[in-house]
């Protein structure tokens, strides 16, 4: 069996750095998986924000405001990229955000792509 590993170029604001973990991601990707709409950080509407959330020390920015509604990770909380969703419906949601690594002043992503018999 032969797993053939695709090596990609991606958006940095689509990938978080391995080698610094969750809460170094400071991209801007404001939309779940699913396309629903993140609601901000500093804003209770239309759902209520957790306290432990409303901290700014669990972020990698320094106030809430510059957040904004941008799929994070606060204090590791979870071990993915989410964020509460505008919709009404549906309180939270994860985000596509890649694992990326720095490769001859590239931002590169590995994935695996298939598997060979």
């Known amino acids: 069996m032969i797993t053939k590993i695709l090596t990609i170029a991606v958006d940095p604001d689509r990938c978080y750095n391995a080698t610094l973990g969750y809460q170094s991601y400071q991209g801007r990707v404001k939309t779940t998986s699913s396309g629903r709409q993140c609601q901000r950080w500093d804003q209770n509407t239309p759902h209520s924000i957790d306290p432990l959330f409303q901290d700014a020390t669990q972020f990698p920015a320094s106030d809430l405001s510059s957040v904004e509604n941008y799929c994070r990770s606060p204090a590791g909380y979870w071990p993915m990229f989410w ?35």
Request: net charge negative.
């Open 83 to 117: 964020c509460y969703t505008m919709d009404p419906n549906m309180l939270a949601e994860h985000c596509l955000i890649w694992k990326c690594f720095e490769h001859n002043g590239m931002v590169i992503s590995t994935t695996n792509m298939c598997t060979l018999f």
